[in-house]
């Protein structure tokens, strides 16, 4: 198995820096570069998992691929050819894990689709028996899983803890 990649040093000016990802400048474009650090609740698990990046980066890579045509996004492309020749001794490492993304406005939204009781959520089902202004059956269970996934949206915080964002 494979160490984790925590913590990444590439030769370009490091923009951004996230709870998973790191953000390049290539100058008309960004390098998005998912690590193996694991983020739950608003906050970086000590313990990374290796090859978590890639997997992270493969999911976004199809689900932009798959609603291009829906609605434009921000992928370019995350075939390791397109990496500037610069780059070129990182090509194994950034393999199936980075993206080269347009320069664009931050949306910072997060999309979260439930389909078990758990975490923020079982904390407002136990409140209002709803989350994010969903109604939900009495008497479910910490952990359950819903009678059908739901969207519940949030707004994507800098620190502390993600907002949701109700009906």
Same mark, same amino acid.
């Given at each position: 198995?494979?160490?984790?990649l #925590?913590?990444? =040093?590439?030769?370009l000016p490091l923009? *951004?820096?996230?709870? #998973?990802?790191?953000?390049y $400048?290539?100058?008309?474009?960004f390098?998005?570069?998912?690590t $193996?650090r ?6 970086? @698990?000590p +313990?990374?998992?290796? %090859?978590?990046?890639?997997? !992270?980066t ?6 932009f691929?798959y609603?291009r045509e829906i609605?434009p &996004?921000?992928l ?5 050819? $397109?990496l500037?020749?610069? !780059?070129?001794?990182?090509? %194994?490492? !950034?393999?199936?894990?980075?993206m080269? #993304?347009?320069k +664009?406005k931050k949306? &910072?939204?997060e999309c979260? #689709?439930?389909? *078990? @009781?758990?975490?923020s959520?079982?904390?407002e *089902?136990q409140? =209002? &028996?709803?989350?994010c202004?969903?109604?939900? /059956? +009495?008497?479910?269970k910490?952990? %359950?899983?819903? /009678?059908? /996934?739901?969207? +519940? /949206?949030?707004?994507?915080e ?6 949701k964002?109700?009906?």
């Open positions: 198995m494979n160490e984790a #925590v913590k990444l =040093k590439l030769p923009f *951004y820096s996230g709870k #998973v990802r790191e953000l $400048d290539l100058g008309d474009r390098l998005m570069v998912a $193996d694991i983020s739950a609740f608003d906050c970086i @698990l +313990t990374p998992m290796p %090859e978590t990046g890639k997997v !992270l493969q999911i976004s890579v199809f689900w691929d609603t609605i &996004n921000h370019l492309s995350a075939g390791i050819e $397109d500037p020749q610069s !780059l070129a001794s990182f090509r %194994e490492l !950034l393999s199936d894990r980075m080269i #993304v347009k +664009t949306i &910072n939204i979260v #689709v439930r389909g *078990y @009781l758990a975490g959520g079982w904390k *089902y409140e =209002k &028996n709803s989350i202004g969903i109604k939900l /059956p +009495t008497g479910l910490q952990s %359950e899983k819903l /009678p059908q /996934p739901i969207f +519940t /949206p949030a707004t994507k800098e620190s502390g803890h993600d907002q964002i109700g009906k």
